[in-house]
């Protein structure tokens, strides 16, 4: 038996969560078991709990699209009990059984073996959001060219998991790093993270131009809507823009003009379906560049017992930083 937070449909369509008992013959038919020993709660685990967004595709199901532990049997020779794994993406917590729970199954293709100087604790404390952070620099820096001395770096959404994790790893390697938050009580916080100066998201979040003066190298955007076209309208000649997220919206309300007349490029990240050598990289990179003092600065924890009371807080944007989940409390 294992504990796990169980989400079931009910009659009227609802979303019913509940920490439950589970035999492990309930586990899905897959190749690699592991004993998950921290996952943690991003903005779609929080709308999965709660039942507030169309994100759980399959009924029952075990939420949490991140998870850490140690393999306890495979059927599969790509791993063996007793490796360190970090599963994020894939379609974990919302289409497959993810990671709020002691115990997870999953395909041999989507774990990912730790790097050798990151504890599990670790990995969760960056999880699917500190992974994407990471695809965001590596779009700007590795495809793109971008380098340290070329120009200021925009980060929006900055006091929440990827925004923060950014501004650590942009930081390290050297960038000026500029934080845009609605959060000004946390310009310490994010000061010590890596930003040399933050920006009231107000003056981004509105209607605005096509094109305005020019002022970003490189943007990392986990905003969306008006957020993400002021930040294109403001991004220099062969600038570019590294789009995640849609905490805003959706909506891209902007014209052709910052890619025709500019030469700006966007990059979409995707972190879901992401092939493991790139994964693999980007793991290094955050064991690399992202101070262990840092990353515990940015981290709180909770019990497994607590995560769906304390879901609606990430989803209304009271969490900084990252949440990780003890699955044994």
Avoid at 46 to 51: E, P, R
Avoid at 93 to 118: C, F, I
Avoid at 166 to 177: D, F
């Amino acid at each position: 038996m294992f504990r796990a937070i169980l989400l079931q449909r009910a009659e009227d369509k609802s979303t019913l969560a509940q920490l439950q008992e589970l035999d492990e013959s309930q586990l899905p038919d897959r190749d690699v078991t592991i004993a998950v020993e921290w996952s943690t709660l991003n903005f779609k685990d929080g709308l999965a709990l709660t039942g507030r967004g169309a994100v759980v595709r399959q009924w029952p199901l075990v939420p949490g699209i991140d998870l850490a532990g140690t393999v306890t049997a495979s059927r599969s020779p790509q791993w063996r009990a007793g490796q360190r794994v970090v599963v994020t993406g894939w379609g974990l917590g919302e289409s497959y059984w993810g990671g709020l729970a002691e115990q997870a199954r999953v395909d041999a293709g989507w774990a990912l073996e730790l790097p050798a100087s990151m504890s599990t604790r670790e990995a969760m404390s960056l999880g699917t959001a500190g992974f994407t952070a990471a695809l965001c620099v590596m779009a700007l820096r590795d495809k793109h060219g971008l380098k340290p001395g070329d120009g200021e770096v925009l980060v929006t959404g900055s006091a929440g998991g990827v925004g923060s994790i950014a501004i650590a790893l942009l930081g390290s390697l050297g960038y000026r790093v500029i934080a845009s938050t609605g959060r000004p009580q946390e310009r310490d916080y994010l000061v010590e993270l890596g930003a040399a100066d933050i920006l009231d998201r107000h003056s981004l979040s509105a209607a605005g131009k096509p094109l305005q003066t020019e002022r970003w190298a490189g943007v990392v955007d986990t905003v969306g809507s008006h957020t993400l076209a002021n930040a294109c309208a403001q991004t220099r000649f062969h600038g570019a823009v590294a789009a995640c997220g849609l905490a805003q919206g959706g909506d891209f309300p902007s014209t052709v003009m910052p890619f025709i007349l500019r030469g700006v490029t966007l990059y979409g990240i995707n972190s879901v379906l992401t092939p493991n050598d790139e994964r693999a990289r980007a793991w290094q990179l955050l064991a690399d560049h992202v101070s262990r003092e840092k990353l515990e600065r940015m981290t709180q924890e909770i019990a497994l017992s607590e995560a769906i009371a304390f879901a609606p807080n990430v989803i209304d944007g009271k969490v900084r930083g990252r949440t990780v989940v003890d699955v044994k409390r």
